[in-house]
Structure formats: structure tokens, C-alpha cells
């Protein structure tokens, strides 16, 4: 049996023995070549199977577009695929031939990372790949992704390193460029105005612009991960109910979606932003909804301007006819003033009690003149008469008037190079004079009322409550009363609405005319317990300039001259002609009354020719379809250069008053008049 099997032949038995210590013997003998033919059948199908294995694994490895190779353990490239050529530009068999070539091809700068991998596992237990670049055999570079690990047969015995090498040069280009396009996308959001906030399917949030991270109060560290809702919350603008997320919405419905109008963003810090927006989804390549976008804006500026603009265009429409209505209501008070004065001129020939009602209804008209001029102020008809001034003595003198006598206390603070203002300084203390007898009132007559002044610079890209870009004076009118419910602190400057007993209506009206007249700004804020403020900003005059001052006015009237000489009175209304000429009549003067100015060139210029000439003329400004005062001077002018032209209206809807010398007139007189403020102003404009 021994033979045999030293011969090769493993297919026998061993039979016949007795069942003795011999027969034992042979029966482990037989099993031991049953053992052998079994063990040699299965080396030759291993044999037979890794030639097999072998074979396709050359021929995957001959046709795979990735380098294969297979180091020795000493280090020699046994085997290198053909693809190679293609990926270096180098053979199998110079690869086979240099083992260092491919650590040759590496670049200098990437060859340590290429010299010093260690085979490294991932915690997968993967092989952990490497990149490095090489030059190509015709000059180029090349980026490859490399990965190999060490190869052990069954018995554990190591085998060398098998190793792939792939092209990845295309992959890197393009996630560079990608890297890029982010880069640039990052640097865009980062940049726009507008908030831009992304979230995922699940509404968490991805990603906020700087934009968005100051209007919501979020950093992004801290808001990605959050819900949106936590981050970016809506509620309506009226009653303040929360909105729906628009954000949700684009999710659920894959389309773009808007906000309503008016629709608030409720900050981090509480505050509110009135915003505008809109969302969207995002989609991928795949079609795939994979997040959404939301894009918003703040609007708090736009709808504060907006609002003012409505504001300005009401107070202007409604000061049309407040203008209308004072010029009527002047004509009429010029009747009864006119009348009235006319009675008391003789009052000696009057009872006492008739001269005491008389005084009394003269003291009602003069009243009523006096809310008429505050209608003309608040419309466009009280054109301010400008001057160069300071503010500060003209603010204390103001403030100090109206607190005069009472326990109020008022904190002035000025800063100290406070620019001059081009303005109007009775218009101007009139707005002081009411902001701060308005605090008065508030307070009870009791309490502190702080006044502060500086100087205030408004940037092209920074408008401020749509006033043009340059220097102003900012004024701050504070007052510790209980504050004004915010449902009506926007209406706190339409005329005519008081809260008052007493009140017209017109005071804060009055303010806001004469400071938009000016082209400057007046604003309220109020907290109910902590007061209101007011805030004004007037232009201001960084350099002192040079501003003509208007022509002082006698303060007290000349030496009375004889009351002599024709007068020419022009006026629309019949009564007031009659009025002006009984006036003037009395007086001594030899009055003449016409209707348009028409009439009254045509009459100027025949008492001329006759030798006759009217020492002065009185006219009305507007004459509702005819000519006007102002076109009656020029044509009076023209043949006769020193006519004395008396202006005299109860309202002007442009600065003819405020100008009236450059109009050619040389005084002024207002409606209603009293018969001694008319005589007065011809004894300053007639010779004696």
C-alpha cells in the first residue's frame, strides 16, 4: 500500500486482515489514503479554480479603465494593467521594469503624501484612498485618487500590495469649479440687500445671508438646524395673528408663494420690520424637491415714506381748502372788521353800551382773524419769510414764553457748533410754541419738558424720511405725560382732529406745514406711560452765508401828514371796496373803488393823462377771472415806475406776500384791517 501511494495511486483499499492488531491497522491505513485521494482532489480543484480566477482577473484588470498593479512584498510590480498607458502615457512594461517610476511621475510638492501613505484603514474598514497629481507622459497634469491595500493567501502569508489608481482629474475641475460657483454664490448672498434664508424638506433651516441674519437677530451657527418658524416668525400687520409659512407652503404646494402686504417680521430682540417676500422650492436636476428658499425684504422705510407721502398729500389737498376757506372767511371779516371800525370812528356821537358791544364784536373779529392767519399758515398760503438764524435763542425764547409762570421745567441741550437754518423765525417759534405748550397741557402743568438740538447729516444711500441727502438741525421735544395710545398717534398732525375740549385741531397741523414748508421733516413717537417726543429736522447752513434781511418796518408811525389825495382801490367784493373807500373817505382821501385790474390800469392811466394821478393804489392779489393785483402792477409800472402799490389779501397760495417788493409792491397790508392799520400803512408809503 505504501508503494502504491508512493507511486501516486490513491484509489485502493486494503481488505482481508483479520480482525487483530494487523487488521486495525490496515483499516487506518485505508483511512489515511481515503484522507490523501480526498485532500489531492481538493488541491487540484483549488489549483484548477485560482488558475481560473486568476484568468478572469487578469482579463477584468486588462480591460478596467482604472491603473491595477500588484507589488511583491519586496516592492517589484509583478503585474500592471494596460490601462495604464492611457491614464500616464507609460507601458506595462516600463512600469514592470522601473518599480519607482509612478513615484517618479509625482509631483515634488504631492510625492510625500504619495511616499508616506501607510495603507490606512477608514473606520468602515475600508482602505483609505489618497490624492496626488502626476505628469503625464505628454506634459500634463493629471490629478489621480489612489487606493491599495496588502494581499494575504489563505494561510495568512503576505502576498505584496494590490493597488488601483483612477483618473479623477475631470472630478476635481469640476468640484473646484463648484467650490467656485458656491464661493461666488456665498459672496452674492452675502452681499444683496434682500434676506435670503434656505431650509430642507423638513422646514429646518440650511443657511441665512448676512441680510437675513441682521433683520431676524439669528446668526446662522445658531439658526441652522431650527425650525423656520423659531427663526423667521410673521404675524399680520393688524392684529398682529400669526401667518402662515410661506415656506410650508411652497413645500406642500412645489410653487412660489407670497406673503400678504401687510405682513411683520417679529425680530429676536422683539422688534417688528415690515417686510415683503416670498418662497419658493428648490429642485434638483432629478426633479427631485429637496429644500426651499425664502427671500424677503424690509419695508419699514418704504412704508414709513409711503405713509408720509399720503400724510403730505392730505394735509396739502386739505390745506387747498382750509386756504380757500381762510381767504373767504378774510373777505368776510374785512366786511364786519371794516364796518365795525367805521361805527367806533365816530364814538363820541355812541352810547356806552353800544361802543362796549361794538368793542366786543371787534375784539370776536380780531379772533377770527387770527384762526384765519393760522388756517393760511397750515396751507400753502403762509409762505415763510427766511432769514439766516439761530436756532438756540430763538428755541429758549420760545419755550421759555409759553412755561412762563407755570411749575413746568424745561432741560435745554445744544450742541455746542450747532449750524445756523435758513427759516422763517416767527413760523418757526410758532412750531416751538405749540410742540411745547402742547407738553404742558399734557403734563398738567407740572413736570419736565427736555429740549436738545445738534446737528444731524443725511447720506445719499441712507434716505431719512425722504429728505434729500445733506446737513440739518435736529430737534428733540420731549415731554414725561402719559403718553398717546398708538390706535390715534398717526393722526395727531390731520387738522382739525384734537383730543381736546377746547381745541381746534390745527396746532400740530400748523406745525407740520410750516416745517414741510421749509423742507424739513416733523415726526412723533410715543410710549403710553413715558411721554412723546417730537422730532424735527430743518436744513441747515454749514457756512455761514449771505442772506439779505428783509427791510426793517417802521415801528412807529411817521409824523401825520394831511390825509389827502386820490386813492385807487381794487377789489372783487363789492362790500370790502365800499368798506376801504367809506375808510378812506373819512379820512380826508378821495377814494376810488374798481372791480379787476383791468379796470384799474385803464383808470391809473387816464387820471395820468388828465393830470389827476392817483397817489396810491390799494389792490386785492386775486381776482377769480380777471386780472390779479400782481399782473395790474407790472402794467402800472411800465408808464409809471414810482406808482405806490399797496398788496392787500387774505390769502396768497404762493410767495407773493413774502416777496411783495419783487412783485413790485411796496407795502402790505393783511385782511381784515381795522381804518387805523390802513391809514398807518399809507402814511409810511405816501410822501409828506
Known sequence: GVSRIISGDYRFSLSGFPRDEIGDLADKFNQMVEKLRTDRQRRKLAERELRESEKRYRMVANFAYDMECWRDVDGRMIY?????????????????????????????????????????????????????????????????????????????????????????????????????????????LRSIADGVITVDNQGRVTMLNRAAEKMTGWPQQEAVGRPLEEVFQVVSEYGHRPLANPVAIALREKKTTELSDNSLLVTRDGRQLVIGDSAAPIIDLAGETIGAVLVFRDLTDKRRLLDEMRKAEKIESIGLLAGGIAHDFNNLLQGIRGSL?????????????????????????????????????????????????????????AANFVLHGSNVVVRYEFEPDLHRVLADPGQIGQVVHNLVLNAKQAMNDSGVISIRAGNFTVKPDEPWYGLPAGSYVKIHVHDQGPGIPQEIIDKVFDPYFTTK??????????????????????????VLGDGTTFVIFLPAIEKREEVPEPAPEETESPAAAPATGRILVMDDEELIREIACEMLAMAGYQPTGVADGAAAVKLYRQAMAAGEPFAAVISDLTVPG??????????????????????????????????????????VINKPYKMAELLKVLQQVLPT
Not at 511621475?105 to 482602505?127: C, K, S, Y
Not at 379772533?367 to 399758515?377: E, M, N, P
Not at 390779479?628 to 397760495?653: C, N, P, T, W
Open 341 to 397: 371800525s367805521l361805527s367806533l370812528a365816530n364814538e363820541e356821537q355812541l352810547p356806552p353800551l353800544v361802543i362796549r358791544n361794538l368793542q366786543r364784536a371787534e375784539e370776536a373779529t380780531r379772533q377770527a382773524s387770527a384762526l384765519a392767519q393760522q388756517l393760511l399758515t397750515f396751507s400753502r398760503g403762509g409762505e415763510p419769510q427766511v432769514s439766516e438764524i439761530d436756532l438756540q435763542p430763538l428755541v429758549v425764547e
Open 501 to 526: 375740549e377746547d381745541g381746534r385741531g390745527l396746532g400740530l397741523a400748523t406745525c407740520y406745514s410750516i416745517i414741510k414748508n421749509h423742507g424739513g421733516h416733523i415726526s412723533i413717537s410715543s
Open 626 to 667: 380777471g386780472m390779479g393785483g400782481q399782473e395790474m402792477a407790472r402794467e402800472i409800472l411800465r408808464f409809471d415806475a414810482d406808482a405806490r402799490i399797496i398788496v392787500s389779501s387774505g390769502y396768497a397760495s404762493d410767495a407773493v406776500l413774502a416777496n411783495y417788493r419783487q412783485a413790485g409792491f411796496v407795502a
Open 80 to 188: 500592471v494593467s494596460p490601462s495604464c498607458e492611457s491614464l500616464t502615457g507609460y507601458s506595462p512594461a516600463e512600469f514592470l521594469a522601473d518599480p519607482r517610476l509612478m513615484e517618479k511621475l509625482v509631483l515634488p510638492e504631492d510625492r510625500p503624501v504619495f511616499i508616506d501613505h501607510n495603507h490606512e484603514m477608514t473606520l468602515a474598514g475600508l482602505p483609505k484612498p489618497i490624492e496626488f497629481r502626476i505628469r503625464h507622459k505628454d506634459g500634463r497634469i493629471r490629478w489621480f485618487n489612489h487606493i491599495c491595500r496588502p494581499v494575504f493567501d489563505e494561510s495568512g502569508e503576505n502576498l505584496g500590495i494590490r493597488g488601483s489608481n483612477r483618473d479623477v482629474t475631470e472630478q476635481k475641475l469640476a468640484t473646484e469649479s463648484l467650490a467656485a460657483e458656491r464661493e461666488k454664490l456665498a459672496v452674492t
